[in-house]
T-cell receptor
């Protein structure tokens, strides 16, 4: 049963520290999405990649957030420096537009708490 | 612009009762439509999807949804709700060829015993 995996599942850190979240998309999927979920804002799209190239990162605060895909099996989302307002659940999703017509498969999320 | 509206933020039903969650979308072309469910502390799980063809689609866990183009709606239904269905439900519309999904704000379902 192919799944999107995310690590870590939980992260507690102090303000100013660097945070790196990792995502392994489903093998064969060529599109990866990063979302942030909070009570106030709901589900927000931060960035997404196709064939490892960034297509849209307009939802991401550029000064502190960065997203990369070092290879087809790994996507990373980094926050440096972290702030308390970054506390949220971060989801990764993968899909293959054209093959599965926009269906996205979500990982379990990383719950980030910044103190 | 594409958008999705879920008019009900919170719904409470009794176990065994029927359920309908509303979803309205705005999209210029034929939409791809989805319903996802999120249990507490979990990621989003795909319940069902509509791309074309039969406007009544069946999903997992006994859910179904009906696409009504004239009403721009894609409402989710279940004939008899179980306590385990308590969760948050998200409707989404896909922008073809981009892979992006536009999500509604979600509807929280509470099930009374």
């Amino acid at each position: 049963d192919a799944r999107v995996t995310q690590t870590p599942r939980h992260k507690v850190t102090e303000m100013g520290q660097e945070v790196t979240m990792r995502c392994q998309p489903i093998l064969g999927h060529n599109t990866v999405f990063w979302y942030r979920q909070t009570m106030m804002q709901g589900l927000e799209l931060l960035a997404y990649f196709r064939n490892r190239a960034p297509l849209d990162d307009s939802g991401m605060p550029k000064d502190r957030f960065s997203a990369e895909m070092p290879d087809a099996t790994l996507a990373t989302l980094k926050i440096q420096p972290s702030e308390p307002r970054d506390s949220a659940v971060y989801f990764c999703a993968s899909g293959s537009p054209g093959l599965s017509t926009d269906t996205q498969y979500f990982g379990p999320g990383t719950r980030l708490t910044v103190l | 612009a594409q958008s999705v509206t879920q008019p009900d933020i919170h719904i409470t039903v009794s176990e065994g009762a029927s359920l309908e969650l509303r979803c309205n979308y705005s999209y210029g072309a034929t939409p791809y439509l989805f319903w996802y469910v999120q249990s507490p502390g979990q990621g989003l799980q795909l319940l069902l999807k509509y791309f074309s063809g039969d406007t009544l689609v069946q999903g997992i866990k006994g859910f179904e949804a009906e696409f009504k183009r004239s009403q721009s709606s894609f409402n989710l239904r279940k004939p008899s709700v179980h306590w385990s269905d308590a969760a948050e439900y998200f409707c989404a519309v896909g922008a073809s060829n981009t892979g992006k999904l536009i999500f509604g704000q979600g509807t929280t379902l509470q099930v009374k015993p």
